[in-house]
Structures are given as C-alpha cells and as structure tokens.
C-alpha cells in the first residue's frame, strides 16, 4: 500500500470505529433475470456523474440503472417514502452509525462483497453489532475555507496589507485581521464581501450546522476521550461563534438575509468573483466550474483550514472523512440485490468505471484497486490529498456522523439562522443545542 493510500485509509479509521449502517427498499426482477439497480443519490452535485455512469453501464451491461437525485437536507425524509413503494432503490446511503440505527432491518450483509474486502482498511466500512459489514463508503472527503488565490494576492500587494501571503494566515486571529481589513478594501479588490453567503436557508445549511460545528466539537471530544457522547456541552461554542460571526459580518449579503440564501447561491457568488473565500469541500470545483460566468481558474482555488481561535489551532489541518456510506436494500429481489453488487464492484474496480469515479465524480476512492497516484484531476481534491500527506499538520476528522439525528441537526441550523438575523441570544443557542443532544441521545 502507498503512503498515500495508506495515510488516508489509517486516518479516517482512526477518526471513529464505525458500527453500524443503513439501507434501502424491495425491488423486482428485470423481466430477463439480470435484474436492476436503483440508486437513490443524496450528492447533488454529482447528479449529472451518475446519470452518465448509469448510461454507460446500462448500453454497455445492458442491466437497467436508475438515478434518482435527492436534494441537500431531504434525503432521510425521502428515503422513508422510497422504501414503502413496490419499486424502492437498490441502492442508497446511510450517514453513520447513527444511520444505521434507523435502517439496520433494511440493509444487506455486505462482508463478503468484492468492494468490502478491496476497502484500503476494514475499519472504513460500517459494521453491525454482529461485526458483519452493512454500508461501505463512497469516497473520502475533506472541507474547509476555500479561497480564490488571485483576489488574495490582489489584497497582499496592497499597501498596509495585514499579510504578504496565506502561509502567515495560520490561526483564526491573522485570519480574522486579514478579512477585516479586505472587507473594508472590498471596492478597491473588486469584490462584494470577502465570504460568499451564508446559505441558512432550511435544508442549505448544512455546512454550518455539521460542517462547521464539526470543529468544536472534535476538540471537545479530544478533551474526553471519546468518540461519542451522551451529553454535549458544546465546550467550545464561543470558538464556533468565532468564526461564524466572521462569514456573517464580512461577507456579500447582509446577515439578515442569510435565511433566504441557498448553497447555489453561495457558490455562485464566488464563482463570479464576487467573493474571494467561502466554506465548502472538495465536491465544490464542479459547482464553481460549471457556474456560468466562472472566473477562478483552476490553478487559483485553494484550501484553507477552518480556524476558530482553539489553542494550537496552527497545526490544524482540513476537515477530513466520510458520511455517505453505500448500503443495498436487503428487501430488495435477489437479482436486484445482485445486479446492485456489480454495479458497485464495477464502479470500483473494473478501469473504465475507476476512470469515471476519478475523473467524473471526483471522488477520492478508499479502495486498494485505486493506486495512489489515481485521483481526481480536480484542484480541490488535490488540496486534500497534500493535506493528509502533510505531516506538519493534523486533519480534522468527521465526528458529525455521530450527532443524534437530522433532526437535530435541522433545529441547530434554524437556531443559527434565529441568530444571524438578531431573533436568537447565542446562549439560547447553545443552550438548544446542549438540551437538544440529551434529549435525542437520551
């Protein structure tokens, strides 16, 4: 195994042992015994991917492959209506332990599957309390501040610049300095605000009620030692509060309409050149490629941690795991469950599905068939991989896949919202947050 391979397959194990996963829906017998494949597809972004690899397996294979896509925030409600129909996916995914939790019963012993056992370590996959595999991820990916490196190096040149280039930006009070100061020279960088909005529209707001709250709560997990909690104090809401006031105030729309913003929105802003940074994952570059009117260029987007103003922050490196664990729908017909089997080991291992998983999806594979020098040709994927090989750092892992449920998730996001137009004290919001935790946990 390659250092890379296997940098990235230690870490994310290391992040939580997963146990558990998800789920799907009955299906039926093609009428020639192939039988069919159902994906029902909770990235968005790669809508357009799936739909190209399902036309290609279905001339090629000649097995039928539907994609049906679920928007950001949905997919739970969803996947719930799905599963009651006679014609329900095949394939879909859960999102952690938790996930599986709801979905156990629907979910299809994966262990002695092809991709299960190519996995670059077993402790990726998600297991059930009987050790059996029942949900394999998709890729791993990484998030943090995404910049534009040319509006940056705009700002550097300026007289009394509070920075000459992003290595000096290292914890959240350079980094704070430096917003501040570009957002009040935003006329003369050409730009809007220097972050791209805050999308707290309900079901876009998931960079901020995950994503971002991600950050404290790794640190305060670290503090206990463990790798779920019962009870969340949200130690660290004031460092959350940080950096969440700092997109708020600093950026192309006032905070108060912030509610009406979707993520489209957000991208839009700093694909146009609107913005010089905004929050978001590797999963980005499609969105600000494709955008109309796009004018980063593709050797000018970069990565920046997400600092908060934790001690020691200068070592942080990119929030990076995986949540989208693929699981086949043990209702599902025994040619259906079969026909979803290839399908996957296919993706994952046969060259040519490789080459759309790297080259389409952008995904970065944890699979041993993917040598270390296959990944995504994108900027973005390439800011994660330098960051798990860069040992000067220590990435992020995703703990936010162990957060009670959606539903919580959702209350913190409207509360965010409540505050970001003045409607909610941040006490109020964490004391929701605290009281929310336990209640689900409990």
Not at 13 to 24: R, V
Not at 84 to 101: E, H, I, Q, R, W
Not at 324 to 337: G, I, L, P, T
């Amino acid at each position: 195994m390659s250092r890379k391979t296997r940098i990235l397959a230690t870490f994310v194990a290391s992040a939580f042992a997963l146990t558990g996963l998800a789920a799907c829906s009955s299906g039926s017998d093609a009428g020639d015994g192939k039988g069919k494949v159902y994906m029902l597809n909770w990235k968005p972004e790669q809508e357009k991917a799936f739909k190209k690899i399902a036309e290609t397996y279905t001339k090629d294979k000649g097995v039928d492959v539907k994609v049906q896509t679920v928007g950001s925030g949905n997919y739970e409600q969803q996947l719930k209506s799905e599963v009651a129909k006679s014609d329900a996916p095949t394939l879909f995914n859960v999102n952690g332990p938790v996930g599986l939790k709801s979905w156990q019963k629907y979910t299809a012993d994966l262990t002695d599957t092809k991709f299960a056992k190519d996995l670059n370590d077993p402790n990726l996959a998600l297991k059930g309390e009987d050790g059996k595999i029942y949900g394999v991820p998709l890729a791993v990916e990484g998030y943090g501040i995404v910049y534009n490196q040319e509006i940056m190096d705009k700002y550097f040149a300026m007289p009394g610049a509070k920075a000459t280039k992003m290595d000096e930006i290292n914890n959240f009070a350079k980094l704070k300095e430096v917003v501040e100061d570009m957002q009040a020279h935003k006329a003369d960088l050409g730009i809007e605000g220097v972050f791209a909005s805050t999308s707290l529209a309900k079901g876009e707001d998931w960079r901020w009620q995950t994503h971002l709250s991600n950050i404290p709560m790794y640190y305060e997990y670290q503090d206990d030692k463990v790798t779920d909690k019962a009870k969340a104090d949200f130690k660290y809401n004031k460092e959350f509060k940080n950096i969440f006031d700092l997109y708020l105030d600093n950026s192309t729309v006032d905070r108060k309409l912030t509610p009406n913003k979707n993520v489209a929105d957000s991208m839009a802003e700093f694909a146009q050149g609107k913005a010089a940074m905004v929050q978001n994952g590797n999963w980005a570059w499609s969105q600000v490629a494709e955008e109309k009117g796009n004018v980063v260029k593709e050797d000018k987007i970069k990565m920046l941690p997400i600092y908060t103003g934790h001690k020691g922050e200068e070592k942080q490196g990119l929030a990076v795991g995986t949540e989208a664990f693929m699981a086949v729908n043990a209702k599902a017909s025994e040619a259906d469950q079969k026909a979803t089997i290839d399908f996957i080991n296919w993706l994952f291992s046969d060259p040519q599905g490789k080459k759309f998983v790297v080259e389409d999806l952008g995904f970065i594979a944890p699979f041993k068939a993917f040598s270390a020098d296959e990944i995504p040709n994108d900027p973005l994927a390439k800011e994660i991989a330098a960051s798990l090989t860069n040992d000067q750092l220590k990435t992020v892992p995703w703990v936010f896949t162990t957060y009670p449920s959606q539903k919580f998730k959702d209350d913190f996001g409207q509360d965010l919202g409540q505050y970001a137009i003045g409607n909610l004290d941040w006490n109020k919001v964490v004391k929701n947050f605290q009281d929310g935790w336990a209640a689900e946990k409990k």
